[in-house]
């Protein structure tokens, strides 16, 4: 297929997301590229690591114009020589003109027909500071290149990511991670300082799934809080609660049914269910007191709550 970077043929049944990335910062773009070249190379080598790939893409065609050492001492800068070339093909607004509601910009640039030639550029005069007009061929050079299809940053910084997939019957993200941050992140340091390493991916994944683990923990000690506030009873709410765990080994049991990996989204699952199983079990308590009330013993009431409790409640 013509013009084609990529062909990838994936699929899954848990979250989007490759199994190993690595995001690099750094403002020097060349260095950026080299690093990421190289870290390919070296991930490639790894077992059970495959397709690597970054998220460099070619755009459009483009004409770079660095300064020469001529251009440098006549007292040029990379600024005069950018503003020049935008003013000679793009133009400058002269005066604005009011035609009815309308407001018409008078643009000064080359004719349309001029600025589709590559000699127009070469052909044309920059002025330094003092007004003098310097030919363009001997203040700056043109070089044929491909710009970027888009430009990531972070913090300033240009951003790299360099992403993988790992077949996890023979490695896993962690330890690809683990081997690169010994092995490879020294010589990546010391062959370019101006690049910062981050690693992510699976890493990243894991630290997220701590962070919801404490948080579940944090939800189920406030809904023992709320519920032993409004019982006014510190037994009921953990008899209420007890509920809890069987969801839980519900929901992994699903998991290892089905074969899909618990993952981030299945903690979020199992969060929602923590709430919707303390709900169904205050309701069935609520209804077995409301039973003894009436004069059943505790054995009546929990057999006749036990199948009728949610139709009651609706």
């Known amino acids: 297929m013509a013009g084609a970077k990529a062909l990838t043929f ?9 199994g190993l990335s690595i995001q690099l910062e750094s403002k020097n773009l060349e260095d950026l590229r080299a690093a990421s070249e190289e870290l390919k190379q070296v991930i490639a080598t790894y077992p059970g690591v495959f397709d690597p790939q970054d998220s460099f893409r070619s755009g459009r065609p483009e004409i770079k114009v660095p300064l020469t050492t001529a251009g440098e001492a006549s007292g040029l800068t990379r600024r005069d020589l950018d503003d020049a070339v935008r003013a000679a093909f793009f133009g400058i607004e002269a005066q604005r003109i009011q035609r009815g509601r309308d407001e018409v910009k008078a643009m000064v640039r080359y004719p349309e027909a001029e600025r589709t030639k590559l000699d127009t550029l070469r052909d044309m005069r920059v002025r330094s500071s003092d007004g003098t007009a310097i030919p363009f061929s001997i203040v700056a050079e043109t070089q044929f290149g491909e710009s970027l299809a888009a430009i990531e940053r972070a913090d300033y910084n240009r951003v790299v990511s360099v992403k993988a997939e790992v077949d996890k019957s023979i490695t896993s993200g962690d330890e690809v991670l683990a081997r690169l941050e010994t092995e490879f992140s020294p010589k990546l340091r010391a062959g370019y300082p101006s690049v910062n390493i981050s690693l992510r991916g699976e890493s990243e994944e894991r630290t997220s799934m701590k962070s919801l683990m404490n948080g579940l923990i944090l939800s189920i000690l406030l809904i023992y809080i709320l ?9 009921k709410p953990l008899f209420i609660m007890s509920v809890i765990p069987f969801g839980i080994i519900g929901a992994l049991m699903g998991h290892f049914i089905v074969g899909i990996p618990v993952s981030i989204l299945s903690l979020f699952g199992v969060l929602a269910l923590s709430g919707i199983v303390v709900n169904d079990s205050l309701v069935l308590s609520h209804h077995i007191d409301d039973l003894r009330r009436e004069g059943m013993s505790l054995r009546e009431a929990v057999l006749e709550a036990g199948p009728n409790a949610s139709a009651r409640f609706c």
């Not at 994936?10 to 490759?18: K, L, Q, V, Y």
């Not at 519920?227 to 006014?232: E, H, M, N, Y």
């Open 10 to 18: 994936s699929g899954t049944a848990g979250p989007p997301g490759r």
């Open 227 to 235: 519920l032993a506030i409004s019982l006014k009873s510190y037994g």
